[in-house]
């Protein structure tokens, strides 16, 4: 039978999130950190998966308010240029801790898809909380945008949780020597399990449903969601 679950928006202080929670609270969650679109629809419907596999999900809403639902693409990326990597990594570790001590949750992890995935490790670097980090196809191009203060690679190599890590063969924005760097850190950890799976023929993004037109995405989309699942059940709810 399919978890009973519920969804809706809600105020973490100052801060507007999207939260999507299972029947059965197994006492596992995790930290949503969403790609260009904000809270869209098919980032909402990432919180249900999670929720109907026995974990609480709460998103962080990087644009407070606009999402792909009513806001256009060019707006999106005004905003994304925008974003300060402190201040964002500031809020994050909020709606954390508010999954720990207001939600009673016991074991909390985080996924992020594109600018999100690049959060996802910059997080892990910084909480040692989290019990486990997902980068579907992390935003770390070369050179840096402007705005991108912080390293990702560079933390990657301080994240503790393990790390599951999803790399499209033909990023458009992320070059391979990013990815290599990337890989290098998280592989030369002295702990911490290092899960990368790259899909060759797959582009930037391939999980947003905009693009799994190409069957290359979709098919990359495919394989790497389930596995996704299976290491949050995994890593949060034992």
């Not at 995935?117 to 070369?142: E, W």
């Amino acid at each position: 039978m399919a978890e009973e679950i519920t969804g809706e928006y809600v105020a973490v202080g100052t801060s507007r999130a999207y939260l999507a929670r299972p029947e059965v609270d197994g006492g596992g969650g995790m930290l949503l950190l969403p790609m260009l679109t904000g809270i869209g629809e098919q980032v909402r419907e990432f919180a249900a998966d999670l929720a109907e596999a026995g974990v609480t999900a709460l998103s962080w809403d990087p644009w407070d308010g606009p999402s792909a639902d009513d806001t256009g693409h060019e707006e999106l990326v005004r905003l994304m240029g925008r974003l300060d990597d402190e201040a964002a990594l500031a809020e994050q570790q909020r709606l954390l801790s508010h999954m720990f001590n207001e939600l009673g949750l016991t074991r909390v992890g985080v996924i992020g898809w594109c600018l999100g995935g690049r959060f996802a490790l910059l997080l892990g670097a910084r909480d040692k909380r989290l019990a486990n980090v997902i980068a579907y196809h992390p935003t770390v191009p070369i050179p840096a945008a402007p705005n991108h203060a912080l390293d990702a690679a560079e933390h990657a190599a301080r994240i503790d949780a393990p790390v599951m890590m999803h790399y499209p063969g033909a990023d458009e924005l992320v070059p391979r020597e990013s990815f290599d760097a990337l890989n290098a850190a998280l592989t030369g950890r002295s702990h911490g399990a290092s899960i990368v799976h790259t899909y060759p023929g797959a582009e930037h993004g391939f999980s947003a449903r905009a693009r799994q037109s190409k069957p290359v995405n979709a098919e990359a989309y495919l394989h790497s969601w389930p596995q996704s699942l299976s290491f949050v059940r995994t890593t949060t709810l034992r």
